[in-house]
Each structure stands twice: as structure tokens, then as C-alpha cells.
């Protein structure tokens, strides 16, 4: 299954993600549960984690957008 998105759709997407992750973690029964003795991953890694590696991801396509339109006006102005 392919499913077709654009850009903006994704980065929508992967910031919604964040909200909603965002949401979870100020949720006292959040807190309480990832504060437990017995809350552990193989990896140590907590909600807080997540949201940041989805903004690292969201930055990274911002990035790859404007050095395609930086390359995209460059290449026009060639010719």
C-alpha cells in the first residue's frame, strides 16, 4: 500500500504527533505511570524523547525543503 502525501501533509502529521504526545505526557496519569519503579524501556528513553526526535525530524524536512527551492531558483536562474 503507498500512500501519497505531500510535504506539508507530512510535517502536519508528525506536529500533530507532537501535540498529541505533548498532550500525554501533561497528563497526571502520565506522570504517575512513567514515574513507577516498574515504567522502563530497553533503551531508557521516555515520552519527552519521542517528541523531541519528531521535531529533529520536522526541522530536518524544513531543511531538505529550502535547499531544494535554494537549488530549484539557482538552477532556474542558469537559464
Do not use: P, W
Not at 500500500?1 to 504527533?17: F, H, N, P
Not at 530497553?42 to 526526535?53: E, G, M, P, R
Request: glycine share 6%.
Amino acid at each position: 500500500m503507498d500512500i501519497k502525501l505531500t510535504t506539508s501533509e507530512i510535517r502536519t502529521i508528525l506536529q500533530g504527533c507532537q501535540y498529541t504526545l505533548r498532550l500525554v505526557g501533561s497528563s497526571r496519569d502520565y506522570r504517575k505511570i512513567q514515574s513507577s519503579e516498574h515504567f522502563s524501556t530497553s533503551n531508557d528513553v521516555v515520552l519527552n524523547d519521542a517528541f523531541s526526535i519528531l521535531g529533529e525530524i520536522v526541522d530536518a524536512i524544513d531543511e531538505v525543503e529550502q535547499f531544494s527551492q535554494q537549488g530549484e531558483s539557482s538552477h532556474g536562474a542558469r537559464n
